[in-house]
Antibody, heavy 120, light 107 residues
């Protein structure tokens, strides 16, 4: 079965960077987009960006383009999202999710989420 | 950017009742609309994609309808496990955007 397993919770200082991993199994990693979505405490879902694991091409929401980098390692079927210049309002649960074979698709499987806490 | 607006924010219903949730897009998203269910402490779960197609393993009491800018998620005969927050999401246009969510709570 499709499974996305994310790295563990992180606590970071303001201005630091955090890199979250998402290891995929149960399907051909290269064939499906991986998306990143975050959820601040008590708030809704916010889409951040996606990566095409086959080509490595990425698309990041404008508001995150200067701070967020999405990468992948096809040898380990793992996607990564790095957020730099962390601010207090970056504290959130970060999810990876599997999209479709094209980017125009719903997110059919989700990781368990990674809590990132930004605190001094 | 397509702005997705969900209503109502909260729906208070009793088990066995029918829930009707609405989602409106600021511009047409065709049928590229999904619904997700999220329970406390859990990741979202895909319920509906293509506006009306149930995802794998989703019970038939969940149904979606609509196209363009107006969409509806219906849950017939609410069961205890259905009390949760529901989000709509459009994937027709970049960036992908979610609605603010509707909480279905026990009356």
């Amino acid at each position: 079965q499709v499974q996305l397993v994310q790295s563990g919770a992180e606590m970071k200082r303001p201005g630091a960077s955090v890199k979250v991993s998402c290891k995929a199994s149960g399907y051909t990693f290269n064939d499906y987009y991986i998306h990143w979505v975050r959820q601040a405490p008590g708030h809704g879902l916010e889409w951040m960006g996606w990566i095409n694991p086959d080509t490595g091409y990425t698309n990041v929401a404008v508001r995150f383009q200067d701070r967020v980098t999405v990468t992948r390692d096809t040898s380990s079927n793992t996607a990564y999202m790095e957020v730099s210049g962390l601010r207090y309002d970056d504290s959130a649960v970060y999810y990876c999710a599997r999209g479709g074979e094209v980017w125009v698709a719903a997110l059919d499987s989700w990781g368990q989420g990674t809590l990132v806490t930004v605190s001094s | 950017e397509r702005v997705m607006t969900q209503s109502p924010a909260t729906l208070s219903l009793s088990p066995g009742e029918r829930a009707t949730l609405s989602c409106r897009a600021s511009h047409s998203v065709s049928s590229n609309l999904a619904w997700y269910q999220q329970k406390p402490g859990q990741a979202p779960r895909l319920l509906i994609y293509g506006a009306s197609t149930r995802a794998t393993g989703i019970p038939a009491r969940f149904s979606g309808s609509g196209s363009g800018t107006e969409f509806t998620l219906s849950i017939s005969g609410l069961q205890s496990e259905d009390f949760a927050v529901y989000y709509c999401q459009q994937y027709d246009n970049w960036p992908l955007t979610f609605g603010g969510g509707t909480k279905v709570e026990i009356k």
